[in-house]
């Protein structure tokens, strides 16, 4: 039976000029999706599969989700928390990461949640702050700005304001302090709750595994090294391997080299040990994707 949507492409809504652009573009390119210049154009066809982009506004992004006009969208899980639309959250993408915090300046009064009663808050999230207050029990007045929130206090038209931080230089900057964090956010894949083609559901189920298999990818290192046989069952040992590791031996006698795949983060410290272990030439590469 042929379903509404049948005949249409998948469509993905995409911030159209902001931090998330090049990193969301790069993560489609990453997977095997490819585009015409994104730069120009407002819906762009993907070469290779049934799929089309919608470069839009972050802030459209949710709505266009949960109305179906998308039928997946990348967008700061801090956008979908404000909107408080109804749409599947299929993953988050550890990219875009930031905390949406109370800060209040340096040298006033306000010191904790709670000395913000009957106090001013400027935000652009002001139904993010308003539930997280009310969970406190704090009321306070929230005036709603939408940007260049943390000139607020110096204006004296807040007390406090609420905003995102990632590196915190911005409060510093304007000589605010974080109090409180409300909330933690990072870049999410999210899917309308309308039905979808058979087609369009096999394409998403298709996509979700290759983002897998990428993320797992820039998590991991392939790694490199010959090493005498008497010491494969040690470094066996000190390799918190995904799979056996492969090995080969060398023409040199008693030699062989040995291929793996390591999580990065245990890279140094496997790499301090491996040395001991009588490994050399320890050689470590990048990986495009990985199945497992
Ligand atoms: O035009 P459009 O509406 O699409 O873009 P936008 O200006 O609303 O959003 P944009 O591109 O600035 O941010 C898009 C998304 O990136 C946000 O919704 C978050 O999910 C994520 N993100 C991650 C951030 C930050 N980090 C961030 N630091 N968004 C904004 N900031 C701002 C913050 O508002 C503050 O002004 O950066 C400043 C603080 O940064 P630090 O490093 O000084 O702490
Ligand atoms: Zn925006």
């Known amino acids: 039976m042929r379903t509404l949507d049948s005949t249409t492409s998948l469509r993905i809504a995409v911030q159209k000029s902001g931090r998330l652009t090049d990193k969301t573009i790069n993560l489609l390119e990453g997977i095997g999706l490819e585009f015409d210049d994104y730069k120009r154009s407002l819906l762009v066809k993907c070469q290779n599969f049934d799929v089309e982009l919608l470069l839009i506004r972050d802030d459209d992004i949710p709505e266009y989700v949960n109305d179906g006009v998308c039928d997946l969208g990348f967008v700061g899980a801090n956008v979908v928390a404000e909107d408080g639309v109804d749409v599947t959250i299929l993953r988050g993408l550890n990219y ?3 905390r949406l915090s109370i800060a209040v300046p340096k ?4 010191k904790s949640v709670t000395d913000l009663n009957n106090k001013r808050i400027a935000t652009s999230y002001p139904n993010i702050t308003r539930n997280y207050l009310k969970g406190k029990g704090v009321e306070s007045e929230i005036i709603t700005l939408s940007g260049s929130v943390e ?4 204006l004296e038209i807040a007390d406090a304001i609420t905003d995102l931080v990632s590196t915190g230089g911005t409060l510093k ?3 605010l302090v974080e109090i409180e964090e409300m909330f933690q956010s990072e870049t999410q894949l999210v899917q309308t709750k309308k039905p979808l083609s058979k087609g369009k559901q096999q394409l998403v189920k298709k996509i979700l595994q290759r983002i897998e298999g990428y993320q797992l990818a ?7 090294m010959n090493a005498p046989q008497e010491s494969v069952p040690e470094i066996k040992n000190i390799i918190p391997s995904l799979k056996s590791p492969t090995v080969m ?24 040990q491996l040395k001991d272990a009588g490994a050399t030439g320890i050689v470590m590469l990048p990986i495009e994707s990985m199945i497992t």
């Open 96 to 98: 875009g990461v930031c």
């Open 107 to 110: 040298e006033g009064d306000i």
């Open 151 to 154: 000139i607020a206090p110096r």
């Open 173 to 175: 900057a304007n000589g």
């Open 218 to 224: 820039a998590k991991s290192r392939y790694i490199m």
């Open 249 to 272: 031996p060398l023409a040199d006698n008693g030699m062989v080299a040995i291929h793996t795949v390591i999580p990065l983060a245990t890279f140094w410290d496997v790499m301090e």
